[in-house]
């Protein structure tokens, strides 16, 4: 089938069968079912983003990445280039303008993949540290494995705040994913953190937040996985930031509009800013 007629033939099919031939083309597509009541019931319904296995495949591609073997990678995907973050770039940046200086504090950042994304382009610094939190797998296995003078790996974010002075916190990718993202959110914001970044977080607009399991095909982790998604509200996220930060950006993410059936949502980021007493 030649591209336009291909395009028009898409365009043509009603909804509910476009997102069926995305999920059965290969196995292509990432979607989405269900909405559920508790975190609970969608853990049960799923394998679970704590599965072993997304670990050990992240770590075999994170390792092509730190030893030269490939360009970057993300959720284990290798690329041949590297697969720049942006508008996460532009904050970081931001963040580093008043002491030419970066102190990251990276909130579900895996074993290191945004780190090994930015750092040809935060080569100049005067300092740079990341340091992520993670799950205690993560933890264990990126200190074995990834940590360096730059690259540090933290249970939890009292832990990490006690040793660095973080200017800059990063929640790329992980709102979704823990099982109440309000107190993840509000607990970063009560630290009075400089700058906080939000990328690839899928936001809905004028609907209530929505708890699915998110289905993941083969070729990203190697086989078929699924574990519980959020997605939030908007102004709700927005809300836990009113008073104590300044909004700078608002963006669209990587993934741009998601298909949730009659709605969608809109893959979004932010950069905030803390605000000064006198502001």
Not at 18 to 35: I, N
Not at 66 to 89: K, N, T
Not at 129 to 152: D, K, Y
Not at 242 to 264: C, K, M, N, Q, T
């Amino acid at each position: 089938m030649s591209g336009p007629l291909k395009s028009w033939f898409a365009d043509w099919l009603p909804p509910h069968l476009r997102r069926l031939l995305k999920r059965t083309r290969a196995g292509e597509a990432v979607w989405y079912t269900g909405d559920y009541a508790s975190w609970s019931d969608a853990r049960r319904d799923s394998t679970g983003y704590d599965n072993r296995f997304i670990l050990e495949t992240v770590k075999e591609s994170l390792e092509k990445v730190r030893d030269g073997e490939a360009p970057g990678e993300r959720d284990s995907v290798l690329f041949d280039r590297v697969p720049y973050p942006f508008p996460l770039l532009v904050g970081l940046l931001r963040a580093s303008l008043a002491g030419h200086r970066l102190c990251v504090l990276d909130i579900g950042g895996s074993l290191g993949s945004t780190y090994f994304q930015c750092r040809g382009l935060l080569d100049r610094l005067d300092e740079l540290r990341w340091n992520i939190v993670e799950q205690p797998a993560f933890v264990q296995c990126g200190r074995q494995h990834f940590q360096s003078e730059e690259l540090r790996f933290f249970d939890d974010l009292e832990s990490c705040l006690a040793e660095e002075q973080v200017n800059v916190a990063i929640l790329s990718s992980v709102l979704p994913y823990v099982e109440k993202p309000y107190e993840v959110l509000e607990n970063v914001v009560s630290r009075g953190i400089e700058h906080v970044i939000i990328d690839r977080t899928p936001l809905l607009e004028n609907r209530p937040d929505r708890l699915t399991v998110q289905h993941v095909p083969a070729y990203i982790y190697g086989r078929e996985l699924s574990y519980p998604a959020w997605f939030l509200n908007r102004e709700s996220v927005l809300a836990r930031f009113s008073g104590s930060y300044v909004l700078h950006l608002e963006f669209d993410a990587l993934a741009g509009r998601i298909d949730l059936g009659p709605f969608s949502a809109r893959d979004t980021g932010f950069i905030f800013e803390y605000k000064l007493e006198d502001e």
